[in-house]
């Protein structure tokens, strides 16, 4: 074997590498959604149990094609502010880059990966409204979440071009800033517009107790969601990155 097939098979075995790593990671963040689901529904009251499983399958199925549509490409055209740098849509769907391509082992997997970490988003968002708000008006409001403004701040702080990145130095373990500090505060400000639970209050201003229907099931969620966040966790790094072969001791 020459140095040139000794380099060529060394590069094909990375890339084979970084592509089983990332799509283990992004199977793993589907995981995320189930303990989601099972914790959202066993902590809602029986009534409203179904809906609020709906509510979590449909954030799922409308964030996966509007963030092909428009999700992907607000990532890599806003890295320094709110004027686009790419005019030519390389993340558009109508992209070459967008479809199968097999001199491109990365795109594709990155994709995934991040359409996951806008699932999670919009479903830590889905929490804080449960027997607050209807499926349609949720379903509008996590796209808005998980398909424009995350992936906006990704864009500033996880983009190598970003803004935040570039001027600052920021640097975003385990996407506290970018998903789950976005998350939260774009479910603050709803919560304030929509106000407590239908029954939380009485007349003289005292509070009613609202129990989950199903600890159990609450439980057997909160368990699954550690399982899937191993996943999340490691589909932060950067393949290849110094710090890849210690993550665990970091996050576990």
Known sequence: MTLEELNVFVTTQANVGMEAYYWWCTALMVIIHVGFLMYEVGATRMQNAVSSGVKNLLAFAFMIPTFWLFGWWIYLA??????????????????????????????GIFWAAFTLFACTTASIFSGSVIERIRISAFTFLAVILGSVVWILGASWGWHPDG???????????????????????????????????????????????????????????????????????????????ADLGGWTNIYG
């Not at 990145?165 to 919560?191: E, K, N, P, W």
């Open 78 to 107: 806003f890295p320094g502010g709110f004027v686009p740098i790419d005019l030519e849509g390389y993340g558009a769907p109508w992209n070459t880059s967008m479809g199968p391509m097999l001199s491109d082992q990365a795109t």
């Open 163 to 241: 803004w935040l990145v570039t001027r600052f130095g920021f640097h975003d373990v385990a996407a506290a800033g970018c998903v789950h500090t976005i998350a939260g505060l774009f479910a603050f400000g709803v919560l304030l517009n929509l106000g407590p639970r239908v029954g939380k209050y009485n007349d003289d201003g005292t509070a009613n107790d609202l129990e989950g229907h199903s600890l159990v099931l609450s439980f057997v969620g909160l368990l699954t969601l550690i399982v899937g966040f191993f996943g999340f966790l490691g589909g932060c790094l950067i393949w290849g990155g």
